[in-house]
């Protein structure tokens, strides 16, 4: 299994990102990456059947797939 996909920036240089981890939400496909070593700033992407990448832009998903990352991060809310 290829742990890697590039992402094209703004400016069209591509960077190399290590896949985490993928799951699956409401029928949509996401993924959750980071930039080299650096697992402590992480992207998480929505994609499609052709493996093409979307930016979240939903309030109420982006909380949703927070929730996601940090269950599997083991964080714990800080309202309980």
Known sequence: MDNKIFITDDNGKEIEMNILFTFDMDD?????VYE???????????YDEDGNLMSIEDEKTLKS???VIDA?????????
């Open 28 to 32: 949509k496909n996401y993924v959750v």
């Open 36 to 46: 080299g070593n650096n697992d402590e700033e992480l992207f998480a992407f929505e």
């Open 65 to 67: 797939v927070q929730e």
């Open 72 to 80: 599997f991060d083991g964080v714990e809310d800080e309202d309980n």
